[in-house]
T-cell receptor
Framework: DGGITQSPKYLFRKEGQNVTLSCEQNLNHDAMYWYRQDPGQGLRLIYYSQIVNDFQKGDIAEGYSVSREKKESFPLTVTSAQKNPTAFYLC???????????FGSGTRLTVV | DAKTTQPNSMESNEEEPVHLPCNHSTISGTDYIHWYRQLPSQGPEYVIHGLTSNVNNRMASLAIAEDRKSSTLILHRATLRDAAVYYCILRDVESGGSNYKLTFGKGTLLTVNP
């Protein structure tokens, strides 16, 4: 079955360490996205990519980096420059301008 | 981006219909209305979308006002599994590269009572 896989589901890291969250899709979708969600809040866009080797900053890109070397993959690195990295991270993909997004099941990152 | 306004929370009883409202008074002619829902500790799930006409699918119905300044997501018979946060979002399909983005607000928390 087609879908989006995020791994790992839970991730713990020490403060000051970089960490990379994985996102893979086999839906043949062109666009991919990373969102962050804090408790009781809506989703905020970190980065998005419409095609391979191209991506744009979202509303809260500071302290994060991404790459899009393959259509299927859009990894997110949370760097030590991100001041409050503990959050629920969601990856999504879409095709075309009208259809809805497909979301992964998320990665809950805790920095201690 | 055009904004939407939703109630913070709503309650319903199991097996009764639920009408979730959304106001979007600044909607443009090229904005599609999307609805998603999110269960606890899960990613959002696409529910339905529409432009001008009412839409039906296996999950829900979307009723769009004639002036498009408001819409209502209708769950015909609520079940306990429908308890979730429901997001109403506008997606502009004409504004160049940014048309791929969805902007999520806080949504409506739906509680379903047994």
């Amino acid at each position: 079955d087609g879908g989006i896989t995020q791994s790992p589901k839970y991730l713990f890291r020490k403060e000051g360490q970089n960490v990379t969250l994985s996102c893979e899709q086999n839906l043949n979708h062109d666009a991919m996205y990373w969102y962050r969600q804090d408790p009781g809040q809506g989703l905020r866009l970190i980065y998005y990519s419409q095609i391979v080797n191209d991506f744009q900053k979202g509303d809260i890109a500071e302290g994060y980096s991404v790459s899009r070397e393959k259509k299927e993959s859009f990894p997110l690195t949370v760097t030590s420059a991100q001041k409050n990295p503990t959050a629920f991270y969601l990856c999504a993909s879409s095709i075309g301008r009208i259809r809805g997004y497909t979301f992964g099941s998320g990665t809950r990152l805790t920095v201690v | 981006d055009a904004k939407t306004t939703q109630p913070n929370s709503m309650e319903s009883n199991e097996e009764e219909p639920v009408h979730l409202p959304c106001n979007h008074s600044t909607i443009s002619g090229t904005d599609y209305i999307h609805w998603y829902r999110q269960l606890p500790s899960q990613g959002p799930e696409y529910v339905i979308h529409g432009l001008t006409s009412n839409v039906n699918n296996r999950m829900a119905s979307l009723a769009i006002a004639e002036d498009r300044k408001s819409s209502t997501l209708i769950l015909h018979r609520a079940t306990l599994r429908d308890a979730a946060v429901y997001y109403c979002i506008l997606r502009d399909v004409e504004s160049g590269g940014s048309n791929y983005k969805l902007t999520f607000g806080k949504g409506t928390l739906l509680t379903v009572n047994p």
